[in-house]
C-alpha cells in the first residue's frame, strides 16, 4: 500500500503534447478513477505511472519516492489491461504466478498465493484451464488475479470492463469495488464510462485534452460541476446545457425564463445547464412538447422540445403522456448550474 | 448445387495438376524398380518389378555409390546445422526488431529485403572466394554458413511479421510482472511464436537439403558432399546407371516429404501468416 503523486507530468510523443503538466495526489488506499473522452491522455497517465511511457517532464512518488528511472518491474504496480493481456500458452495457474516465478519465489509459496487469489475470486475450479477456454468475466478475472497475487503497491486498471457486455460489467464493476473495499490496495482506475466512475471511485478525476478539469469525490462532481465539460460528461442521461441572458435574477432562455440562485451581472450570456431529473413535470410552468417517450419501468425518459431546443426530462415511475402532448416543467432555482458562455467555468 | 459446382471446378483443376506433378515422381519411382533392361522399355509397369536397386543403394554396391551412407549422413547433418542457425539467428533478429524495437530494425529489414534483388547464383562466386579466404573449402561449415546467409532474410521477414502479430500488451504484462527481456524471449515470445518458427526452421532445412549449386562449389571431395551432389556424379557417364540413380533419388526425396507431411499444418499457417494482415 502506498501513495501515489504526480507533480507537474507532461507528456509529448513528438511535436505533440499530450498531457499539460498534471498534478495529482493519490492517498494511501484510495480508489482513485481517470476518467474522461477518448485522447484526453488518461491511458497515457496510467502507463507512465505503470512505466510503459516516458516521463517528458515532472515527478512521479510512489510511496514518497520518485520513480522516473524506475523500471517496471522496480515499482512494484500491477496492472490490469483492457485486452486481459493473459498468456495464451499458460494455464489460470502459471498466468496468475508468472510474476512469483520470475521473482524465484518457492514453489510452494507461489502454489499456496495463488491459491488465495483464486479462492478471492472464484477462480478455484478453473487453475488447470487455458485463458482461450475461459469466458470473458472468467479472464478478467484472472488478470485480476495476476495482479493480486503480487500484493503490490499500487493496482492499475486500464479500461479493464470495455470488452465485457452490458450485464457483467455491472457485476465485475461490483466485484471490483468489493475486492478494494476488501484488500485496500492504493487503485487507479482508468475508463472513459463516466457511470463506472460514478459507481466505483472514491475519488474521480475528469481529464480533457490533457489536463485534469476537476477531482472530487463522485456527488460533489456531480452536484457542482466546475466547468461545463465536466457538467456534460458527467451523469447519464447528461444534462441539459442552453444559452441564455441573465436579467432580473433569473435567466432568459428558450422563450422562458429559469430560476437560478446563482447570480451574474446583469445581462451576461450564460449557459444554463440543468440535470434531466431536476426539470420536474408540474401543473404549471415552462410548456414542453413531447417527442419522444422512453419508459423504463423504474422511471421515464423524455425528450421534449422546449422553445426549439431539444431537452431530456427524467421522471420517476410511468406516464401516460404520448407525443405530440404539452407538458409543464418546473425548475428549481436550486438545481440549476450557471457556467460563462465565453470559458464554460461555474458561475 | 452452387457448393457442387465450386467443388467440381476445384476438381477440374486440381486433377490436371495433381497428375502433372506426380508424372515424374512416377516415372522415378517406375525407374528405382525395373531391372537394367527394361528401364528404357517404354512399359507403364515393369514386366519384373525388383526392389534390387534398393538393395544396391543400401550396400552401397555400385562405383557411384560407395559414400552413399557418409552422403546422405552429409546432407543430414548440413540441413539440420542450417535450419537450427537460421532459426536462432532470424529468431533474435525478429524479436528484437519487432518486440525490442532497437534502433535501426527498419534498415536491417530493408537489407533483408534487398537481399532478393541478387539472385543466389550471382553470389556464388563471391562466396566461393570468401569461404576460401577463410580455409573453410571442403569443410561442411562452408556450406551450411552461405546457406544460412541465402535463408536468414527471408526467415526473418518471415518471424518479424509473425512477431508483430503477437499482441504488444503481453510483453507490458510481462514487463509489468517482472520479466527482463531475456525472460520476455524465453517464457513469452519463443512459445508463442513455435508455429512460425517451426515453419521457417522447415523451410531452412529444406532450401539446404536440396541445394546443389552451392554444395557443387564449395565442397569437392566425396566424403564431404551431400547426396544432392553425388546424385549428379551419376550423369558423368556415358552409360548412367538410370535404375540405381533413380533409386537413390527416391531415397533421397523421402525424408523432406516426411518433414513437409510432419509439419504441413505449420507450414501453411507459418508461411502465410503475417503476409497479410487479418
Redesign the interface.
Known amino acids: 500500500m502506498a501513495s501515489v503523486s504526480f507533480s507537474g507530468i507532461e507528456k509529448s510523443f513528438g511535436r505533440t503534447r499530450v498531457l499539460h503538466g498534471i498534478s495529482l495526489d493519490i492517498a494511501d488506499g484510495e480508489f482513485t478513477v481517470l476518467v474522461g473522452p477518448s485522447g484526453c491522455g488518461k491511458s497515457t497517465l496510467l502507463r507512465m505511472l505503470?512505466?510503459?511511457e516516458d516521463i517528458s517532464g515532472g515527478t512521479i512518488a510512489i510511496d514518497g519516492r520518485v520513480v522516473n528511472d524506475l523500471?517496471?518491474?522496480d515499482r512494484d504496480?500491477?496492472?490490469v489491461?483492457q485486452?486481459y493481456?493473459?498468456?495464451?500458452?499458460m494455464t489460470v495457474r502459471d498466468n496468475m504466478g508468472?510474476?512469483l516465478r520470475?521473482?524465484n519465489e518457492g514453489a510452494g509459496i507461489i502454489g499456496a498465493r495463488v491459491a488465495q487469489a483464486a479462492k478471492i475470486l472464484d477462480l478455484e475450479p478453473y487453475l488447470a484451464r487455458y485463458p482461450r477456454e475461459l469466458s470473458g468475466g472468467q479472464r478478467q478475472r484472472v488478470a485480476m488475479g495476476?495482479a493480486i497475487v503480487?500484493d503490490p503497491k499500487v493496482f492499475l486498471f486500464d479500461e479493464p470492463l470495455s470488452n465485457l457486455d452490458a450485464k457483467l460489467r455491472v457485476a465485475m464493476r461490483a466485484e471490483i469495488k468489493a475486492l478494494h473495499q476488501r484488500l485496500k490496495t492504493t487503485t487507479v482506475y482508468v475508463t472513459h464510462d463516466q457511470v463506472e466512475a460514478m459507481t466505483m471511485a472514491d475519488r474521480i478525476a475528469v481529464m480533457n485534452e490533457g489536463r485534469i478539469e476537476q477531482l472530487g469525490e463522485p456527488l460533489q462532481l456531480y452536484d457542482r460541476p466546475a466547468n461545463l465539460f465536466v457538467a456534460q460528461f458527467i451523469g447519464s442521461p447528461a444534462m441539459n446545457v442552453f444559452d441564455g441572458v441573465f436579467r432580473g435574477g433569473a435567466v432568459e432562455a428558450l422563450g422562458a425564463r429559469w430560476p437560478c440562485s446563482a447570480r451574474a451581472a446583469e445581462g451576461q450570456a450564460l449557459k444554463y445547464g440543468i440535470r434531466p431529473e431536476h426539470l420536474k413535470i408540474a401543473a404549471s410552468g415552462i410548456p414542453a412538447q413531447v417527442v419522444v417517450v422512453e419508459p423504463m419501468g423504474a422511471e421515464t425518459e423524455f425528450v421534449v422540445s422546449i422553445g426549439g431546443a431539444r431537452l431530456t426530462l427524467l421522471a420517476g415511475g410511468r406516464s401516460a403522456a404520448k407525443p405530440g402532448e404539452t407538458l409543464f416543467v418546473a425548475p428549481q432555482a436550486a438545481d440549476a448550474h450557471l457556467f460563462d458562455a465565453a470559458s464554460g467555468t461555474r458561475v | 448445387m452452387n457448393k457442387l459446382a465450386r467443388e467440381a471446378r476445384l476438381w477440374l483443376v486440381g486433377i490436371p495438376v495433381l497428375l502433372w506433378t506426380l508424372l515424374p515422381i512416377y516415372h522415378i519411382f517406375l525407374f528405382s524398380i525395373s531391372s537394367k533392361d527394361s528401364a528404357f522399355s517404354g512399359a507403364l509397369w515393369p514386366d519384373k518389378p525388383t526392389l534390387r536397386n534398393f538393395g544396391t543403394v543400401f550396400r552401397e554396391e555400385h562405383f557411384y555409390l560407395h559414400h552413399f551412407w557418409e552422403q546422405i549422413w552429409n546432407s543430414l547433418w548440413i540441413a539440420v546445422a542450417v535450419g537450427v542457425l537460421t532459426l536462432a539467428v532470424a529468431t533474435c533478429a525478429a524479436f528484437a526488431i519487432s518486440r525490442l524495437k532497437v534502433r535501426g530494425g527498419r534498415m536491417v529489414m530493408n537489407a533483408a529485403l534487398f537481399t532478393y534483388f541478387i539472385p543466389a547464383a550471382f553470389l556464388a562466386v563471391p562466396m566461393y572466394k570468401a569461404m576460401g579466404s577463410y580455409g573453410l573449402l571442403n569443410n561442411r561449415w562452408s556450406l551450411v554458413l552461405a546457406m544460412v546467409t541465402l535463408a536468414s532474410p527471408y526467415a526473418i521477414w518471415v518471424l518479424k511479421q509473425a512477431s508483430d502479430r503477437l499482441?504488444w500488451?503481453?510483453d507490458?504484462?510481462?514487463?509489468?510482472?517482472?520479466?527482463t527481456p531475456l525472460?520476455l524471449f524465453r517464457?513469452?515470445y519463443l512459445?508463442?511464436m513455435t508455429p512460425s518458427l517451426v515453419a521457417i526452421g522447415t523451410y531452412a532445412l529444406l532450401l539446404a537439403w536440396n541445394e546443389y549449386l552451392y554444395a557443387f562449389l564449395l565442397l569437392s571431395h566425396e566424403e564431404t558432399i551431400p547426396l544432392s551432389v553425388g546424385l549428379a556424379h551419376f550423369l558423368a557417364s556415358d552409360d548412367s546407371p538410370w535404375e540405381v540413380l533413380m533409386a537413390t533419388a527416391l531415397v533421397y526425396g523421402l525424408p523432406p516429404a516426411a518433414i513437409y507431411y510432419a509439419f504441413r499444418r505449420y507450414m501453411v499457417g507459418g508461411l502465410t501468416s503475417g503476409a497479410v494482415k487479418s
Not at chain 1, 85 to 89: E, F, R
Open positions: 505503470a512505466g510503459l523500471e517496471s518491474k504496480v500491477a496492472m489491461f485486452s493481456a493473459l498468456y495464451p500458452h508468472f510474476s520470475l521473482r495476476r503480487r | 499482441p500488451e503481453l507490458e504484462a510481462a514487463r509489468i510482472d517482472g520479466a525472460q517464457l513469452v512459445p508463442l
